[in-house]
């Protein structure tokens, strides 16, 4: 069965820099999500993304996060500044259709702020 | 406003016993309802899912959930749970006249006792 693919798997950064966390969809999915889950509780929603733009966005995606699908193939979360607050498992998701249809989830990345 | 509720944050039950993992929801319009179960240091896998129609929907690894649209409930239920089922259980829902994007319960660690 096709997978989500996520790299890296854990990630340790010092606070202030960059982050970039990769995803590979499957292939003949047009929507992708990314979602964070800390301490393995709730899964927050952060950006879905359609046609090669944001199509929703929450409150915790802030101006220091950003998406991109810089080769047609990965789909990206940049976080530009880093802060305590962001250490949590990182989880792209994907569908092949909107609405109803159901998640494919990657395995994710830990992200860990030093 | 879409929302989930999962009132236990733990359910222990015996091998071979039925268990029963609850849910309830909250939405503005009729609600598309699904079930995720996670396995440690992995993303969320989907199970099931209530669109329309019967009740009662099946779904994988002898898992079923029964929609109730009085009592606003997705409760999730096997009738003989095996140690392998352990894991952590998330209910979503999301307003089929609404955003596409699904809300999260806090989840529910199930855990089965040889």
């Known amino acids: 069965e096709p997978e989500v693919t996520q790299t890296p798997s854990h990630q340790v950064t010092q606070m202030g820099q960059e982050v970039i966390l990769r995803c590979v969809p499957i292939s003949n999915h047009l929507y992708f999500y990314w979602y964070r889950q800390i301490l393995g509780q709730k899964v927050e929603f952060l950006v879905s993304f359609y046609n090669n733009e944001i199509s929703e966005k929450s409150e915790i995606f802030d101006d220091q996060f950003s998406v991109e699908r810089p080769d047609g193939s990965n789909f990206t979360l940049k976080i530009r500044s880093t802060k305590l607050e962001d250490s949590a498992m990182y989880f792209c998701a994907t569908t092949d259709g909107g609405g109803a249809q159901p998640q494919h989830f990657g395995d994710g990345t830990r992200l860990s702020i030093l | 406003a879409q929302s989930v509720a999962q009132p236990e944050d733990q359910v222990n039950v015996a091998e071979g016993n039925p268990l029963t993992v609850k849910c309830t929801y909250s939405?503005?319009?009729?609600?598309?309802l699904f079930w995720y179960v996670q396995y440690p240091n992995r993303g969320l896998q989907f199970l099931l899912k209530?669109?329309?129609?019967?009740?009662l929907v099946k779904g994988s690894y002898g898992f079923e959930a029964e929609f109730n649209k009085s009592q606003t409930s997705f409760h999730l239920k096997k009738p003989s749970a095996l140690v392998s089922d352990s894991a952590l259980y998330f209910c979503?829902?999301?307003?089929?006249?609404?955003?596409?994007?699904?809300?999260f319960g806090r989840g529910t660690s199930l855990i089965v006792h040889p």
């Open positions: 979503a829902v999301l307003s089929s006249g609404g955003s596409y994007i699904p809300t």
């Open positions: 939405v503005s319009g009729n609600p598309y």
């Open positions: 209530y669109i329309t129609g019967d009740n």
